[in-house]
């Protein structure tokens, strides 16, 4: 949908009012299946590396899953960690796709070889995500560890000979590799793939190094108007606080926290907003009685969270329609308080609270699986990759 549709931002903003008070079933769900992760990227939003013991068996993801089936949930946006990495991720994904439930995986590659690219191809209802932070391995390498660009290319290329068709590059938008945008484009053009960007926000690894790798104000004009121009790419509307800047950017525009989307972590604990792995914004734990479906129709986080809400302190902008005050989780964890304006505003206006904030005292995710002592990701030789996918 693009914004100059005939018809679309009424249609868009009908749509809008609706998400705003919740649905039946979120839209999309973020299934985190493991924390743990071969790769060390300094802005890993689940601050990945070290399994956690508690997650979530075999039997009650699948439990999961069923729920999921019932509530006619579309699809679950399965990340991690690197969920590759869990020994049971291929019958995982067979008994979801068996069960109507649509799958998106995110890898970095590490087990995307030419078997499971095969296999994945033979698959249907399954999209998947290379992940990648720079179009040159300089650039990439810097954020995601030494070699992690070359295993992404060498994913890519496992897919497109084997016939996959339109796999997703996703990249994280970052004062770095933003200069790189066209790169980026070239070369998800050349595989028949499509881009997908997102924003940095400052949760996980990235509460460490977000005010480092943000855009600047600069490069946040010139990400909206090279977005304006290329509607095909995906951006999963992550970037709607740029809306402010004019016409808005294709999607709703709004943060769908607890309304459209939410996340399941390892453990089965749900939040609110896939970016703000925090214990204010846990509402509830699917292995407690009634499952996923209760949490998501009564826990009283959300309920909350789907209530109107008053504009705050953006309330006498004239751009607060547009950008609706900007994402949640960006604001949380630079301290800033949840109906003020986004630290990235393109006004202006979330500098001056930015200024003010004291970063020792910013929040912190609730838990970290980072590994200790040990500075380097680690990459798994191909030769040593014990994989289920020829099965």
Known sequence: MRADTAGQPRRTAALTEQFKAGLAAPICLTWELTYACNLACVHCLSASGRRDPRELSTAECMRVVDELERMQVFYANIGGGEPTLRPDFWDLLDYSVAHHVGIKFSTNGVRLDKRAAQRLARTGYVDVQISIDGATAEVNDAVRGIGSFAMARRAMDALAEAGFGEFKISIVVTRHNVSQLDAFKQIADEYGARLRVTRLRPSGRAADCWDDLHPTAAQQRLLYDWLCARPDVLTGDSFFHLSAFGSPLPGLNLCGAGRVVCLIDPVGDVYACPFVL??????????????????????????????????????????????????????????????????????????????????????????????????APVLIPADRIATRAAT
């Open 278 to 375: 925090h214990e204010q914004f846990r509402a509830g734990n699917v292995r407690q009685p009634g499952g996923f479906a209760r949490v998501w129709r009564e826990s009283e986080l959300l309920r909350r969270l789907r209530e109107p809400a008053s504009a705050g302190a953006c309330a006498s902008c004239g751009q607060f329609d547009a950008c609706q005050g900007g994402c949640m989780a960006a604001k949380f964890f630079t301290g800033l308080p949840l109906d003020g304006p986004d630290p990235e505003c393109v006004l202006g206006h979330g500098q001056p609270e930015l200024a003010s904030t004291c970063l020792p005292d910013r929040p912190r995710p609730s838990a970290g699986h980072s590994r200790t002592g040990r500075a």
